[in-house]
C-alpha cells in the first residue's frame, strides 16, 4: 500500500478511523469505525459520504464531439440537453463492454464524463485512439470528487443549492457549495437520491469537513459503496461486466438508447453494433440475474450456480454479500438463459455444499432516483 | 491495541484458546481478528465429533466482504458448537473471548498446548 496513490481526502479518513486497502492503485478507506453493516444502513436512512476520487474526470471537446462519442457508446447524445447526463457504455469492436461511465453535457461541443478507476487509463487510449484529432480529452487529474447519497443528502444541500427540487436524477449544475466552487449532478451508485460533487483536490477536504458537520452524514467505505450497489442491482465493472460480455448479456439493454437499437432512426454506427443487434433480435445464452440465496452464508464471486434436477453447472456468481438491509445473502451472476426467470430455484455451489436460491428480480431493494 | 487477557494462549493465526478443567480447549478468534475481518454475518462451524489435524482449517467466518479460514491449533476431536452464532454471527465481533467463542475441542496430546504463545509473544508477532 506504500505505493498506493492517495486521494485529497487521505488524511481526513485517517481522521475518521478509517481503514484504509489498496483500491485500482489508490489507497482508499473500505471502512471506518463503525462498520460496513452500519455505514450501509445509515446511508439507506440518513445521508453518507463517499470518496470517489479515484474515478476518473475527463472533459471531452471540440468539434463534432457529439457525434464522435456516439460513434463509441450507444447512447443518444444530440438530443441531450446541457447539464442533462446519460449512463452508457464503452464498447469494443466485438460489441463487448470496455467500461461503464456517466456522460454529462456541459456545452453544445463538450462533455463531463466520468470512468471507473480501473480502467481509466484504458479508457483514454482507446479514446485517444477513436476520436478524431480535432477532439480534445483532458483528464480532470486534480479533480476530486465526492458522493453524498442517502434519503437525508437533499436536507444537507438544501441551503446550498438555490431550487434544489429543480434538480433531478441525472442532471448537474454549476455552483458553490459552502462557498466552495463544484459541480454537483444529481446520481450516484447506491440506489438512492443523492449526489456527486465534483470539487478541485485543493477544496476537497474543506467541502467533506462542511457536508460531515452536518448530524445526518457519516462517512462511507468501499465496502458499504459495494453492498449497496449490489442491493440496487447495479453492475461493478471487472466483475458483473468485463470484455467477454455484452450489454444484452449483462442485461443493459435499457443503457443502448431507444433511437441507437435496431429499426430506428439512428440504429447502429457504434463498435459491435451487429453483434448486438442480432443479440437484441434472437436472444442470448446466458445473462445476468440477481439470486436471493437461503440462510446465511454469502456466495461469493466465482461460485458455480447448478441446476437441481440435473445437477448441471448452469452459472456463476459474479458478485455475492450479505444484504444488511434484507438480511441475508444476495449475489449477481450469469446463468443459463432457460434458467434466468424471475422465480426459478437453484443451487449454488459454497465450498462442499449446494445452498438454494432462487433467481430474483433486479433491485433487491428499491431504487428511490428523485425525478422531481 | 485491542483487547488481549493474559489468562489465554493464541497463535499466529489470530485464535484464542481457553484451557478448560475437563482437558478440552475453547477455541475462538481474537480481538484484533474479528476487527481486521470486520461486521461478520456468518460463521460455519466444524460438525461435533469431526477430527481435526493441527493448522487444519476448520471454521470458515464471512464479513460483508470476505470468506476466511480459523484453524484448529492443535490436533483433536470436536466436542462442542457454539450453536448461538448460528443466528447471531456478530457476537463473534461484540464479545470475541466470551459469547462470540466458536468451538470446543478434546486435545489429542495435551504436550502440544506448549507450542502456543501468551498474550505478550501475540502481540509482539501480530505487531509485525
Known amino acids: ?372 | 491495541m485491542s483487547n488481549l487477557p493474559n489468562d489465554l494462549k493464541y497463535t499466529k493465526s489470530h485464535e484464542w484458546i481457553q484451557t478448560n478443567e475437563d482437558g478440552t480447549i475453547t477455541v475462538g478468534i481474537t480481538d484484533h481478528a474479528q476487527e481486521l475481518l470486520g461486521d461478520l454475518v456468518y460463521v460455519e462451524v466444524p460438525e461435533v465429533d469431526l477430527e481435526v489435524a493441527a493448522e487444519q482449517a476448520c471454521v470458515v467466518v464471512e464479513s460483508v466482504k470476505a470468506a476466511s479460514d480459523v484453524y484448529a491449533p492443535v490436533a483433536g476431536t470436536v466436542t462442542a458448537v457454539n450453536e448461538s452464532l448460528e443466528d447471531a454471527p456478530e457476537l463473534v465481533n461484540s464479545d470475541p473471548y466470551g459469547e462470540g467463542w466458536i468451538y470446543k475441542l478434546k486435545v489429542n496430546d495435551p504436550t502440544d498446548l506448549d507450542g502456543l504463545m501468551d498474550a505478550e509473544s501475540y502481540l509482539a508477532e501480530s505487531d509485525d
Open chain 1, 1 to 372: 500500500m506504500s505505493d498506493s496513490l492517495q486521494t485529497p481526502l487521505y488524511d481526513l479518513h485517517l481522521e475518521h478511523g478509517a481503514r484504509m486497502v489498496d483500491f485500482a492503485g489508490y489507497a482508499m478507506p473500505v471502512q471506518y469505525q463503525d462498520g460496513i453493516i452500519k455505514e450501509h444502513l445509515h446511508t439507506r436512512a440518513n445521508a453518507g459520504l463517499f470518496d470517489v476520487s479515484h474515478m476518473g474526470q475527463l472533459i471531452i471537446s471540440g468539434t463534432g464531439v457529439t457525434q464522435a462519442l456516439e460513434q463509441l457508446i450507444p447512447i443518444e447524445l444530440e438530443s441531450l440537453k446541457d447539464n442533462h447526463q446519460r449512463y452508457g457504455l464503452l464498447l469494443s469492436e466485438h460489441g463487448t463492454i470496455l467500461d461503464d461511465l456517466i456522460v454529462t453535457r456541459k456545452t453544445a461541443d463538450s462533455f463531463f464524463v466520468v470512468v471507473n478507476a480501473a480502467c481509466k487509463e484504458n479508457d483514454i487510449e482507446h479514446l485517444r485512439q477513436h476520436l478524431p484529432d480535432v477532439i480534445k480529452i483532458e483528464y480532470l487529474q486534480d479533480q476530486a470528487l465526492l458522493a453524498l447519497q442517502g434519503p437525508q443528502a437533499h436536507t444537507v444541500l438544501q441551503d446550498q443549492l438555490e431550487d434544489l427540487e429543480s434538480l433531478t436524477f441525472m442532471q448537474g449544475r454549476e455552483c458553490t457549495v459552502f462557498g466552495l466552487p463544484c459541480y454537483v449532478t444529481r446520481s450516484g451508485y447506491t440506489g438512492e437520491d443523492g449526489f456527486e460533487i465534483s470539487v478541485t483536490a485543493e477544496h476537497a477536504a474543506e467541502l467533506a469537513k462542511h457536508l460531515l458537520a452536518h448530524p445526518e452524514v457519516k462517512p462511507v467505505g468501499l465496502g458499504a459503496r459495494d453492498s449497496l450497489r449490489l442491493e440496487a442491482g447495479l453492475c461493478l465493472y471487472g466483475h458483473d461486466m468485463d470484455t467477454s460480455k455484452t450489454p444484452i448479456e449483462a442485461g443493459l439493454l435499457w443503457s443502448i438508447s431507444k433511437s441507437r437499437r435496431p429499426d430506428n432512426n439512428k440504429a447502429g454506427g457504434y463498435p459491435g453494433a451487429d453483434i448486438i443487434a442480432g443479440q437484441i433480435e434472437s436472444g442470448v445464452d446466458s445473462k445476468r440475474v440477481g439470486l436471493l440465496i437461503e440462510g446465511r452464508a454469502p456466495a461469493r464471486e466465482g461460485a458455480e450456480v447448478i441446476d437441481p434436477a440435473s445437477d448441471k453447472v448452469i452459472g456463476v456468481i459474479t458478485s455475492g454479500s450479505f444484504s444488511p438491509c434484507l438480511e441475508q445473502p444476495i449475489a449477481m451472476g450469469y446463468i443459463d438463459q432457460s434458467f434466468a426467470k424471475a422465480g426459478t430455484v437453484v443451487e449454488i455451489a459454497v465450498r462442499k455444499k449446494k445452498i438454494p436460491a432462487v433467481i430474483h428480480q433486479l433491485p433487491f431493494v428499491k431504487q428511490t432516483y428523485y425525478r422531481g
